[in-house]
């Protein structure tokens, strides 16, 4: 008996993180589905523009219903009820992570979810969406594609949930590479928490930059559209993401200053000196630590 102690104690301990999980779905939801709910009776039924869009595919074949802090239009329950727990997990941890209460925030944003690179690739176009989207937030609304033939579903939904949080509790005013960054960051955080309490052995992963494709950091920090070049547009987002990842190691508390400041229309080196000034003195020399920083795996 005592030889298998530790592993009832770890069987145990997933299964209360398990339940801290459901707890924003419904009281009568469970890992069964979602209670669906017709559209009349959704406690907000307003479409967005780029919701009507995305209603014109298989017009006949959506199903709605709601957790505590998400309404969902699906078309199978078996691939929103996970999308749901995932949802709820990472508003949680991400608002969590940035010291915000969500409980102040009663309206709840609307999730679109599809199925399969064709629907996705009909809404892309019909939203004029960039190629490479996989998912986007527009006004408080989430669009990702959720293939049910895929077991691991990678960081997407977390990524675009990290942008609804940083939208309702930091405004429209984050910088693009911010933005980016720190839905990178924080959904490759909240991604590994979540596989490690389903038992895998994950861990947040980070992409190596090397010194022909760095951007420099005053060329990178004042972007306010994404790189022409579809290569290019990849080493933003892994350059963005490694900058949050070395600001927010380096202080977390400071970080979160420093997010804020830059979302009230402070300058890149402003934000920096108000809140790292005594680290860092000057760009020149947060890019020659950070470049260093970027070129190892982490």
Not at 43 to 51: E, I, R, V, Y
Not at 87 to 115: C, G, N, P
Not at 147 to 152: E, G, H, T, V
Not at 184 to 200: N, P, Q
Request: charge should be negative.
């Amino acid at each position: 008996m005592a030889s298998n102690l530790p592993t009832t104690v770890t069987r145990l301990c997933l299964l209360l993180v398990v339940l801290v999980f459901l707890e924003g779905l419904p009281s009568h939801a469970g890992l069964e589905g979602l209670n669906q709910v017709s559209f009349q009776a959704l406690s907000d039924q307003s479409t967005s523009l780029l919701g009507a869009f995305a209603f014109t595919i298989r017009r006949d074949d959506w199903h709605h219903a709601e957790s505590t802090n998400f309404i969902y239009h699906y078309f199978n329950s078996f691939v929103a009820t996970p999308v749901s727990v995932e949802a709820e997990f990472y508003y949680r941890v991400i608002a969590k992570e940035l010291d915000r209460d969500t409980s102040q925030w009663e309206h709840k944003s609307q999730i679109y979810i599809f199925e399969t690179p064709a629907d996705w690739t009909e809404f892309q176009h019909k939203a004029s969406l960039d190629p490479w989207t996989g998912g986007i937030h527009s006004n408080n609304d989430l669009f990702v594609i959720r293939n049910p033939q895929y077991k691991f579903k990678g960081h997407a939904l977390g990524h675009e949930v990290s942008h609804l949080v940083l939208h309702r509790f930091f405004g429209s005013g984050i910088p693009l590479w911010l933005n980016e960054g720190f839905a990178e960051y924080s959904s490759r955080v909240a991604y590994s928490a979540f596989m490690r309490a389903r038992g895998y052995a994950a861990h947040p992963n980070s992409a190596v930059i090397t010194a022909g494709e760095f951007i420099p950091l005053k060329e990178l920090t004042e972007m306010i559209s994404y790189p022409v070049e579809e290569s290019r547009v990849l080493v933003f987002y892994q350059e963005s993401e490694k900058l949050v990842r070395f600001l927010a190691k380096e202080d977390k508390s400071k970080f979160v200053e420093f997010l804020d400041l830059m979302s009230k229309g402070n300058r890149f080196e402003t934000a920096l000196w108000k809140t790292y000034g005594g680290r860092f003195a000057s760009l020149e020399m947060l890019q020659s630590e950070f470049q260093a920083f970027a070129a190892k795996d982490s």
